[in-house]
């Protein structure tokens, strides 16, 4: 009896590891796929073309930086258990809600941008309307939430939809043969470093900025993975968020490398997916639709979920009807983006809420590690923190740099 219920035991601990493992990643996949939208891909391109290999430099850089932000942010969520925007609330009162707003308002507007992505990659592989494509990309995402098992699905959809574009990119990276020798030292001796200031905060904003740095820590709480005991599964779950992201930035950029050292100008207006129409033809062309497809939906998942993750502790009916709320929340960006088209105002606005959204999220999460009443006996590293603070700096740097775009709104 007592063998018997000790194999029950293991067998039981075994299924809770096995759950628990799945749930970390499709959490990290929630997040990296959150961050690889369609402008990660325009981002990459139009950066590559313009830094060649020095790029490398930037990549590494936003890599470490990412890292640091992201285990800071998941590290006390887990532990505390806490959302977000609970926590800011715990710091100041009002302060939450502020954020909320500002998150939900962010993430309509970019979520318009990914649905318009995989409108463009359809119409890549399709041939139809922009408008009928962008009605079929947004049904695809709505149907993904009626579905009462959402959560798991969400999980397993970004997991093969991620693999996919790793290995489409990966084989992008393989035929066009950039100088790997080359990109290596000039990841460790850029040209004109000066010049790579920028790029390296606006990919730190592209890959954790806004919504996306909790993406996959509110994945964590919904899946109950969560406190002290969890907290090196949870970090581990943050670092290989940041991998899955890292991959598809570096294959890409190898990719597009490839195509930019043989002295091929990328079209301004596409410049990915014309490095893919270089490097392989047609088919490169037609991976590239995949690609974009794949992104864009991804990015409407993410978006959608996370956004009102943090509105559904603003009120019990937002809880309550989660899923409601998430399908209202794509439906709309659907519309708008089938009725209006491309946003670009819009999107100006959002790029300038993350950027003010990053320092203001981080700074709290860094102020609620010393609070007893949101982590209890927990001690935050002290050398996480003097890094998150670094990053804080980084971050509101780059925020008042966004607001010179809100200028652009007013013409």
């Known amino acids: 009896m007592i063998e018997e219920n000790a194999i029950k035991t293991k067998n039981e601990n075994r299924k809770k590891s096995k759950g628990n493992m799945s749930a970390l990643l499709g959490a990290a996949f929630i997040m990296a796929t959150s961050a690889i939208g369609p402008g990660f891909l325009t981002q990459t391109a139009t950066f590559t073309q313009q830094f ?62 990914n649905v318009g992505g995989a409108a463009l990659g359809l119409n890549v592989l399709t041939g139809l309307d922009i408008k009928l494509c962008a009605v079929i990309g947004g049904a695809v995402g709505l149907a993904i939430f009626i579905s009462k098992d959402a959560g798991p699905m969400i999980d397993k959809i970004t997991k093969i939809l991620g693999l996919m574009m790793i290995l489409i990119v990966g084989y992008m990276a393989v035929i066009t043969h950039p100088p790997v020798g080359e990109t290596i030292f000039r990841a460790f001796v850029p040209e004109n470093p000066k010049g790579l200031v920028f790029p390296t905060i606006t990919l730190l904003g592209g890959t954790v900025g806004g919504y996306i740095t909790f993406a996959g820590g509110h994945r964590l709480i919904d899946a109950g993975i969560t406190g002290k005991g969890n907290l090196k599964e949870i970090r581990k779950g943050a670092i290989m968020g940041i991998v899955i992201a890292s991959v598809m930035r570096v294959l890409l950029f190898l ?82 983006m089938a009725v209006i088209g491309k946003p670009a105002k819009l999107l100006i606005l959002a790029g300038s809420l993350n950027g003010l959204i990053l320092p203001i999220t981080i700074g709290v999460i860094l102020f609620a590690s010393t609070r007893k009443d949101i982590v209890g006996d927990y001690k935050h590293p002290k050398w996480l923190l003097v890094f998150g603070f670094a990053i804080v700096l980084i971050a509101a740097y780059a925020g008042i740099m966004s607001l010179s775009k809100l200028q652009m709104l007013v013409h």
């Open 52 to 113: 060649a290999a020095s790029f490398a430099f930037v990549i590494l850089l936003s890599i470490i930086l990412d890292i640091g932000a992201q285990v800071n942010v998941w590290s006390i969520i887990g532990v505390s258990g806490m959302r977000g925007q609970d926590i800011a609330n715990r710091i100041l009162p009002g302060l939450g809600h502020f954020v909320a707003i500002l998150v939900a308002l962010g993430g309509l507007a970019f979520n318009i941008g």
């Open 255 to 336: 990719a597009i490398l490839g195509v930019v050292v043989k002295g091929l100008q990328l079209d301004p207006s596409n410049p990915a997916a014309s490095a893919f129409q270089h490097g392989a033809g047609m088919i490169g062309y037609k991976f590239f639709g995949l690609v974009l497809v794949a992104a864009g939906l991804t990015s409407v998942i993410g978006a959608a979920y996370t956004s009102v993750s943090f509105l559904k502790t603003l009120h019990p009916s937002i809880q309550k009807f989660e899923r409601y709320w998430i399908i209202g929340f794509i439906a709309a960006s659907t519309l708008i």
